[in-house]
């Protein structure tokens, strides 16, 4: 007889097998079903009978010995008579050893008793079934296999899953189970028989978690004329069975498919490696987004060995073509602005915006009752997680440098605007898995063959399976939360209803959500949970045009842009003063305890607006900003001119000539609290309140910073302009300081409740803690009015500073405002005590003892001319009787 080589596809049963030719070109490798003569096994069950005993024992005893071996087959007759009809034949392993004779030897075959075929010789027949028979006997006697005594060889297994296959799952989710692959459907669905830690058995059908590969056609399916394979899906069919059809290998359950119920999602184990990853790097699987997330140890391997193979355009992927990626698909960015729940504006390094879609990303849906401010009123009802998805990326990304990585560019459709869409890094952690993981978000689920996602799209999948498992968010089966915001600025009537318990606390938290110019923001006030319209006390802002044909005011969108880079959507602070008659609320805005109108004036981007400047306790901050920003030229002050002033004063004055001006009776009580020179000097003005308060203040100041350590190398420096805490030399005690100047010599400070300064080492200055920033400077910077004293430094000067300190030292004063100008008060003093008329003031008395030369070019002249002449007389009388700076005559007024 012929005999001819073949490989053991599989073993159906302990006496039949399929055999599997060589490959062929133009399709899968031959098959051919052949039956061991003369022997029989006991047969296999099914879905509708039991196992014979031994069954399974004989099919795994030839499982073992033969599976993907290399044999010699010889086949020897055909019965006809059985549909489909069955070839006999002998089996011959490599050393010459006949199968047949090895399974009846071990006990799991009997003798078949029967005679010659046609083609068969009788007396070779009968010498194989003697020698058959003998083998029988012989495992007979020692009770091997099915002849054991000891063993029923009936094994527990089950062809349909009898329970929920979640509780299945969860029994044995992310352990290695023993099994074997009865069945290769397609290359990633495979029908596997279970061995259970208890050694009964589950048939169930797997499908590789992570792939996909092409479908195969099916022998039984019920329409067969749309039964064809998918190119590669035979091909691939092959490749796993040539390497896992029927072999012994560890299964790991990882989910539920999505089918039949006992259909699962799992990983296959084998010694040779990953069959998944195998049928990926060659192009013969492709991977799935649903169940790449189930992966154990994760869907980054599955994914490179996609990658390489499309780089090779193996098989599937042959008519792939890789995206070119764009110059600015990488780059570093500020975050400036939160538009919603997944999508940001970020300016780059060459102050580009670029608005930005998470890659893969969807928001939160906005759920039924949610109402948009409409009309006059910004009252908002927000139901669902839109508003925590967009708080959450304020708080995370704004202001912050970020990474962004263009994935793909998502075109214009259904109205909708054309989107660039890119992964976001903060550092090393991606804001949309943040987003996906605390369940404020979920990923977008692409079409299979879609390549616009996210490079990070299977961190994404797992960010929302952690979500659904912890119930996160939108995957919660609690209410939907509600936000309701209030607009405080709707009219007056409410925006007062307001204040009181706005103004209760010093400074509130508040979040810029508008910048509308330069002085104008609209803000959010959580604690209070409403929105203001505020207005910077003290400033004016450029106008801003509303359109492209309303044209703005020189300097508008300057003030406006550096406001919204400053503070926009930021968390800031704000002290409120009152509310206009707009409803609009009126204050001070502070951005990382910078005051924002300060911050903006010494830029040069918005004037002083002079009467609510002198209102506020900031008022000497204001005018001293202005003062640099005209003296450096900045922003709107670019063209200023030092001379006209000057000009502008004379026209005043001019003006002031024709008509009669009128003097101002503002009367204060203070105390001189510091000179600089004999007619220029800080004072404190007389508030029992506020002198309690600042007792109070300095007490707790010094027990806070005296329990502190010294400052340290890794203290921010301090800057021109900061409110600190500085040890004044003289007596070591802490006090609230201004810094004036930093140089090599140290830092210049004044002292902001009493007006001395002095140069500090850095090791004596500290940053002011927030508790004591709530208290207004109490010292104020004025001038005697009509008077003009020479420097400290210059000749007399120190002389009429002991004068000045001699008529106010350690006495409570009464002042009269004469004038304000640029934040500094022109005061003429008098001593309750000693003034008996409105000429008989300390202004009077240095200028009769020769220790100060009368003003008359002061602005506000015109209104006080009786004191004027008071003063001129004085003047004179001093000169003629050379007392003071007049000791050796009259001296130049232009000295000083």
């Known amino acids: 007889m012929v005999q001819h080589k073949a490989v053991i596809k599989n073993v159906l049963s302990g006496d039949t097998v399929i055999l599997r030719g060589k490959p062929r070109a133009n399709g899968p490798p031959a098959e051919r079903l052949l039956a061991l003569s003369n022997v029989q096994a006991p047969r296999l069950g099914n879905t509708t009978r039991d196992d014979e005993p031994f069954a399974f024992g004989a099919r795994e005893y030839m499982r073992k010995m033969l599976v993907g071996k290399e044999v010699t087959f010889v086949p020897e007759y ?375 996602r996210s490079h990070c799209y299977d961190h994404l999948m797992l960010a929302e399976t952690k979500a659904q498992e912890q119930q996160k968010g939108v995957h919660s089966s609690k209410d939907h939360p509600i936000v309701r915001i209030v607009d405080a600025s709707e009219n007056m009537t409410k925006a007062r209803q307001f204040l009181s318990s706005l103004k209760r606390s010093p400074r509130q938290h508040a979040v810029v959500e508008h910048v509308a110019n330069g002085s104008r923001l609209f803000l959010w006030v959580p604690k209070e949970n409403c929105r ?103 922003g709107l002050w670019k063209e200023y001119n030092d001379e006209q002033p000057k000009q502008d004063l004379a026209q005043q004055q001019a003006a002031s000539a024709q008509q009669p001006a009128q003097p101002r009776h503002e009367y204060i009580d203070v105390v001189v609290s510091d000179m600089i020179s004999g007619s220029h000097f800080y004072v404190q003005l007389i508030h029992p309140a506020e002198i309690k308060q600042l007792e109070s203040l300095m007490k707790d100041l010094s027990l806070h910073y005296n329990a502190r350590p010294a400052t340290g190398s890794d203290q921010p420096k301090p800057r021109v302009g900061d409110v600190v805490s500085a040890k004044f030399t003289e007596d070591d005690c802490w006090y609230r300081a201004k810094v004036r100047r930093v140089s090599s010599d140290g830092i210049e400070v004044l002292y902001i409740d009493y007006g001395n300064s002095e140069v500090l080492p850095r090791s004596r200055i500290q940053p002011l803690a927030s508790q004591f920033k709530t208290l207004k400077p109490q010292a104020q910077e004025a001038m005697l009015s009509f008077v003009r004293c020479p420097g400290k430094d210059a000749e007399y000067g120190v002389d009429c500073m002991e004068r000045f300190h001699e008529l106010t030292a350690g006495r409570q004063l009464v002042a009269n405002v004469d004038a304000k100008e640029n934040g500094v008060l022109c005061l003429t003093l008098y001593d309750p005590k000693v003034s008996t008329n409105a000429e008989a003031s300390i202004n009077l008395e240095m200028v009769r003892d020769g220790a100060g030369l009368v003003n008359t070019k002061a602005s506000y002249a015109a209104a006080y001319r009786d004191i004027l002449r008071s003063l001129q007389d004085a003047q004179a009388a001093a000169q003629r009787e050379r007392l003071g700076m007049f000791v050796y005559g009259d001296i130049d007024e232009d000295a000083f």
């Open 78 to 452: 055909t019965v006809s008579t059985v549909n489909p009809p069955r070839e006999y034949g002998s089996i011959l392993l490599a050393n010459g050893d006949n199968v047949a004779h090895l399974g009846v030897q071990q006990g799991w075959l009997k003798v078949r008793e029967g005679k010659a075929r046609s083609n068969q010789d009788d007396e070779a027949q009968e010498q194989e079934l003697n020698g058959l028979r003998l083998l029988e006997q012989e495992a007979r006697d020692t009770g091997k296999g099915q002849w054991s005594a000891s063993d029923d060889g009936v094994r527990q297994v089950s062809y349909s899953l009898n329970q929920d296959p979640r509780t299945f799952l969860n029994a044995y989710k992310g352990k290695a189970l023993d099994a074997i692959i009865e069945q290769v459907r397609d290359a990633s669905t495979l029908r596997v028989l279970l061995i259970l830690p208890d050694q009964t058995q589950q048939v169930v059908t797997l499908f590789l978690s992570g792939i996909k590969a092409p479908a195969c056609k099916r022998d039984n399916a019920p329409d067969q004329a749309n039964n064809t394979s998918e190119p590669f899906g035979e091909e691939a069919k092959v490749f796993v069975e040539t390497r896992l059809l029927q072999r012994g290998v560890k299964v790991v359950l990882e989910g539920v498919g999505q089918g039949a119920q006992n259909n699962f999602v799992g990983s296959v184990q084998h010694p040779a490696g990953s069959i998944a990853e195998l049928l990926l790097s060659n192009g013969l699987a492709k991977c799935q987004d649903w169940s790449i997330t189930l992966v154990t140890g994760g869907p980054q391997a599955l994914r490179k060995a996609e990658t390489a193979a499309k780089v090779k355009n193996l098989r599937v992927w042959k008519d792939f073509v890789a995206k070119a990626r764009a110059n600015d698909s990488e780059f570093d960015a500020q975050v400036i602005k939160i538009v919603t729940g997944d999508t940001i504006v970020v300016k780059t390094a060459d102050g580009v915006e670029r608005k930005l879609q998470l890659s893969s990303v969807k928001q939160a849906p906005k759920q039924a009752g949610s109402v948009n401010p409409n009309g006059k009123s910004r009252d908002m009802k927000e139901v669902g997680y839109q508003f925590e998805a967009r708080e959450f990326l304020r708080k995370k990304l704004i202001g912050k440098q970020v990474h962004v990585v263009m994935d793909y560019k998502k075109p214009a459709q259904d109205g909708f605007e054309a989107k660039d869409c890119a992964t976001i890094k903060l550092g090393n952690v991606n804001i949309a898995q943040q987003l996906i993981e605390k369940g404020l978000a979920t990923p977008i689920r692409h079409r299979k063959d879609d390549d616009n």
């Open 532 to 634: 203001l319209s505020f207005v910077l006390a003290g400033v004016r802002a450029p106008r801003v045009g509303r359109s492209t044909n309303d044209k703005s005011e020189p300097f508008g969108p300057e003030a406006l842009a550096h406001a919204q880079d400053l503070c926009l959507q930021h968390d800031v602070e704000i002290e409120i003063d009152n509310v206009d008659k707009t409803g609009a609320f009126i204050g001070n805005v502070f951005v990382n305890d910078k005051n924002l109108a300060i911050e903006l004036l010494e830029q040069g981007l918005v004037y002083v607006h002079e009467y609510s400047a002198n209102e506020s306790r900031y008022a000497n901050q204001f005018f001293a900003a202005e003062r640099n920003a005209k003296t450096s030229h900045a």
